[in-house]
């Protein structure tokens, strides 16, 4: 085994700490890799206080991870040792079932496994990126480029796929007109890639101080949702909404904004079901979507598309001893627009 440190969560009631723990022994199919950053995903939080389901405690939390390959086992074929490298939301799947087979691991029949707060293949609990070193099967081993800066990249492996993905799917690009609700972390990656689609792309927001900022990421518009005239005006006038909102929030009147045929593209996860009225979208024929990060070619075919266009994660880099205020700072929209952790800082 392999001794590693990490920040942990010991239960959903206190807060991250150092703790010491054992990663798998590099099998011939593995890749070990040096942590340098991770970035913090709104999930991590979701998931350390059992916002969604209860949790495998202790939990590790971080699944946008990149840093250097360190040791790779003798049947890997794409990774060297010095190379950079990146883990995302999964570290594996059945790979034989459709789903798997059409690249779509993070839909695998079987369920795939999660980086962390999930239970490996062989029953043992994962332990995600906010660590100092990662064992992870080759398949799951992403390749990230030199040319860009690495601590903004870390966000590209969750925040960067999740809008990309769907994105993509939906083929949102020139002549269409995008709002993307809520600019946290994956919201200023959906700008950013629904700019670089063609789409005319408005950001729907609670927070007026965020307007500025958001036309530099490249929007077009903005629309304070707090503002009623602001809200009418919109009415009806989207092709496309990428929902990515982790709170509760007014579904039915989110879903009045779309044009006729128009698709609500539902990435966030608040901690409450949805409550829609079916009058929300058989009036207008809406369709009403979601989406799930993205198998393992489309978050390869993103980060070279990344590195091909220039796009970055804006970011904020932290001291691990921060994790807990910037989690505060996160729940109140408060970052402009991820945390990144140095790993150096552990
Ligand atoms: P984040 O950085 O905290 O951003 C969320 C944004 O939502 C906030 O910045 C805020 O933007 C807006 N918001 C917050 N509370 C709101 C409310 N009550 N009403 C309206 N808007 C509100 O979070 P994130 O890391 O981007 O993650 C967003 C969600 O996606 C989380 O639930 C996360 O778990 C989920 N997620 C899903 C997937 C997937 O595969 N589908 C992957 C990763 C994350 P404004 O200040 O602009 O209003
Ligand atoms: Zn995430």
């Given at each position: 085994?392999?001794?590693?440190?990490?920040?942990?969560?010991?239960?959903?009631?206190?807060?991250?700490?150092?703790?010491?723990?054992?990663?798998?022994?590099?099998?011939?199919?593995?890749?070990?890799?040096?942590?340098?950053?991770?970035?913090?995903?709104?999930?991590?939080?979701?998931?350390?206080?059992?916002?969604?389901?209860?949790?495998?405690?202790?939990?590790?939390?971080?699944?946008?991870?990149?840093?250097?390959?360190?040791?790779?086992?003798?049947?890997?074929?794409?990774?060297?040792?010095?190379?950079?490298?990146?883990?995302?939301?999964?570290?594996?799947?059945?790979?034989?079932?459709?789903?798997?087979?059409?690249?779509?691991?993070?839909?695998?029949?079987?369920?795939?496994?999660?980086?962390?707060?999930?239970?490996?293949?062989?029953?043992?609990?994962?332990?995600?990126?906010?660590?100092?070193?990662?064992?992870?099967?080759?398949?799951?081993?992403?390749?990230?480029?030199?040319?860009l800066p690495l601590a903004a990249?870390?966000?590209?492996?969750?925040?960067?796929?999740?809008?990309?993905?769907?994105?993509?799917?939906?083929?949102?690009?020139?002549?269409?007109?995008?709002?993307?609700?809520?600019?946290?972390?994956?919201?200023?990656?959906?700008?950013?890639?629904?700019?670089?689609?063609?789409?005319?792309?408005?950001?729907?927001?609670?927070?007026?101080?965020?307007?500025?900022?958001?036309?530099?990421?490249?929007?077009?518009?903005f629309v304070v949702t707090s503002?009623?005239?602001?809200?009418?005006?919109?009415?009806?006038?989207?092709?496309?909404?990428?929902?990515?909102?982790?709170?509760?929030?007014?579904?039915?009147?989110?879903?009045?904004?779309?044009?006729?045929?128009?698709?609500?593209?539902?990435?966030?996860?608040?901690?409450?079901?949805?409550?829609?009225?079916?009058?929300?979208?058989?009036?207008?024929?809406?369709?009403?979507?979601?989406?799930?990060?993205?198998?393992?070619?489309?978050?390869?075919?993103?980060?070279?598309?990344?590195?091909?266009?220039?796009?970055?994660?804006?970011?904020?880099?932290?001291?691990?001893?921060d994790i807990t205020p910037s989690?505060?700072?996160?729940?109140?929209?408060?970052?402009?627009?991820?945390?990144?952790?140095?790993?150096?800082?552990?």
């Amino acid at each position: 085994m392999i001794p590693a440190k990490a920040y942990a969560a010991q239960s959903p009631e206190t807060d991250l700490a150092p703790w010491k723990f054992e990663r798998r022994d590099v099998g011939a199919h593995d890749v070990q890799i040096e942590i340098l950053f991770c970035g913090v995903c709104h999930s991590d939080l979701h998931q350390i206080k059992n916002e969604w389901f209860p949790g495998i405690f202790p939990m590790v939390p971080g699944h946008e991870i990149v840093g250097k390959v360190i040791k790779v086992g003798d049947h890997v074929k794409n990774f060297k040792v010095g190379e950079l490298a990146g883990v995302g939301c999964m570290v594996d799947s059945c790979q034989v079932c459709e789903n798997c087979k059409d690249g779509l691991e993070q839909y695998c029949l079987e369920g795939n496994t999660q980086t962390y707060n999930n239970k490996d293949r062989s029953g043992n609990p994962t332990y995600g990126g906010y660590s100092n070193t990662i064992v992870v099967r080759e398949e799951f081993v992403l390749r990230v480029s030199d040319k860009l800066p690495l601590a903004a990249t870390a966000p590209l492996l969750c925040a960067g796929i999740t809008t990309y993905s769907p994105l993509r799917h939906w083929k949102v690009g020139k002549g269409h007109k995008l709002a993307v609700l809520g600019l946290g972390g994956l919201g200023h990656m959906g700008v950013k890639f629904g700019v670089a689609f063609g789409a005319e792309v408005t950001v729907l927001s609670t927070s007026p101080s965020k307007e500025e900022a958001a036309k530099a990421l490249g929007a077009h518009h903005f629309v304070v949702t707090s503002d009623p005239e602001q809200v009418r005006a919109v009415r009806g006038t989207f092709d496309f909404i990428l929902d990515t909102v982790s709170a509760e929030h007014d579904m039915n009147m989110y879903l009045s904004l779309l044009k006729t045929d128009g698709t609500m593209m539902c990435v966030g996860v608040p901690t409450k079901p949805y409550s829609i009225h079916p009058f929300s979208v058989l009036g207008g024929r809406k369709s009403l979507a979601g989406s799930g990060i993205g198998g393992i070619p489309e978050t390869q075919e993103m980060l070279d598309f990344c590195a091909e266009h220039n796009i970055v994660s804006d970011i904020e880099l932290i001291d691990i001893k921060d994790i807990t205020p910037s989690y505060e700072r996160m729940v109140k929209g408060d970052v402009r627009y991820r945390f990144v952790i140095d790993m150096a800082t552990l």
